[in-house]
């Protein structure tokens, strides 16, 4: 069982629709991170959420941290076909030394 | 020019070899890491270093070596390939003050045959 469950593994949807991603865990984590990978690259950081409840928009994308600081979303509005890629979210527990923890990904394609 | 760049890009390997694979960073991080990325799984830590002096076991270390040597070098050994170390392997690096954000290479997929 993995610390950082992630929801769903795939999802297909048509240019202009939105989409939503989730990240879960029993654990409490200090920080969370999103980030997207593309086909041949590694990861790339999106965002780094470090507050219960805490909101942060990055053009169409808007990043929640749960109040908790256990669970994490990613909401994509009007997706494009350069939104296609897999989301990963990773967190940090300090009593783990700080080490990223990252969730199984999700794998998004996004269709013109 | 990359700031974290990883060789080979590419290998394929027999089972029983002895493989390296190599990270350099122009970051000027103190901090550099080994994953492996498996389908599903998400990227699982190898090993890690928080300076040059400094080598820590990851979650799956077993049949892996690491060597550190210098501030802008991390490479990871595979004594004796086996199959299912086929495998995304990802040299990631962070510096220690802003210890959350990583920065990753562009990946070595390794194929044991």
């Known amino acids: 069982t993995q610390l950082l469950e992630q929801s769903p593994q795939f999802l297909s949807i048509q240019e202009g629709e939105n989409l939503t991603v989730y990240c879960n865990s029993s654990?409490?984590?200090?920080?969370l991170q999103w980030y997207r990978q593309e086909p041949g690259e590694g990861p790339v950081l999106l965002v780094t959420?470090?507050?219960?409840?805490e909101v942060k928009k990055l053009k169409r994308l808007t990043f929640q941290f749960g109040d908790a600081r256990k669970d994490s979303s990613l909401h994509i509005t009007a997706a494009q076909p350069g939104d296609t890629g897999l989301y990963l979210c990773?967190?940090?527990?300090?009593?783990?030394?700080?080490?990223?923890?990252f969730g199984g990904g999700t794998r998004v394609l996004v269709k013109p | 020019d990359a700031d974290v760049t990883q060789t080979p890009r590419n290998r394929i390997t027999k089972t029983g070899k002895r493989i390296m694979l190599e990270c350099s960073q122009t970051?000027?991080?103190?901090?550099m890491y080994w994953y492996r990325q498996d389908p599903g799984l998400g990227l699982r830590l190898i090993y890690y270093?928080?300076?040059?002096?400094?080598?820590n076991k990851g979650e799956i270390s077993d049949g892996y070596s690491v060597s550190r040597q210098a501030q802008a070098k991390f490479s990871l050994s595979l004594e004796s390939a086996i199959p299912n170390q086929t495998a995304l392997y990802f040299c990631?690096?962070?510096?220690?003050?802003?210890?959350?954000?990583?920065?990753f290479g562009p990946g070595t997929r390794l194929t044991v045959l």
């Open positions: 990773a967190g940090t527990i300090k009593a783990a030394g700080n080490k990223l923890t």
């Open positions: 970051k000027g991080h103190d901090r």
């Open positions: 270093s928080f300076d040059v002096k400094d080598i």
């Open positions: 959420v470090v507050t219960g409840g």
């Open positions: 990631a690096t962070s510096d220690a003050n802003i210890r959350d954000t990583q920065y």
């Open positions: 654990s409490v984590f200090s920080s």
